[in-house]
């Protein structure tokens, strides 16, 4: 049996969950999400509000979309309650983030700036000119677009300079030694 996919998803009050065959729609206080999931899986709601999700078989397949399915399920509802959030650093002199309206400009030592139009449904804060926070309901759209602003400039090992996630450590090389 799966660990993950054994254990019940706990709906919320505030929570409203149609399924309209295999696409699911989960309804919140924050937003509305929707995933079409694989149709062998069942999805079974009780009485004390805990959806589960029911395989047909033991087969290989069916016991990895067990998982899947339930995770995708617990990650929309823990969306549209609480929602996602990716903190990301720059490091570096000179380095800095600017946000207007729906647009991203960071400064990155390139000579010019680099522009990053924000994808609909996620939002960036900026606490200080060095620090974002990524934030949206969608845990796949938010993780996807921390690591696109990431990749205009990792961080490098000799300096540590460029962008990394907040929990990242940055794994430092010597420099050139002299004689």
Do not use: C
């Amino acid at each position: 049996m799966s660990r993950i996919g054994k254990l019940p998803v706990t709906i919320p009050s505030d929570v409203k969950i149609t399924l309209d065959g295999n696409v699911m729609t989960v309804a919140g206080p924050k937003g509305s999400l929707t995933q079409a999931l694989h149709e062998r899986m069942t999805i079974a709601v009780d009485e004390t509000d805990q959806l589960k999700v029911i395989r047909p078989s033991d087969s290989k397949q069916d016991s990895a979309l067990h998982g899947l399915t339930r995770a995708l399920i617990n990650n929309m509802v823990v969306g549209v309650t609480v929602g996602f959030k990716k903190d990301l650093e720059i490091n570096g002199v000179g380095y800095r983030a600017e946000i207007s309206g729906d647009v991203l400009t960071l400064a990155l030592g390139f000579s010019h700036p680099v522009v990053y139009h924000l994808p609909e449904g996620i939002s960036i804060e900026i606490e200080k000119q060095t620090k974002l926070s990524v934030k949206g309901i969608d845990k796949q759209l938010v993780g996807s677009a921390a690591a696109k602003i990431r990749s205009y400039r990792k961080p490098e090992p000799y300096k540590g300079k460029g962008i990394k996630y907040a929990d990242e450590r940055v794994l430092r090389k010597a420099g050139k030694t002299g004689k």
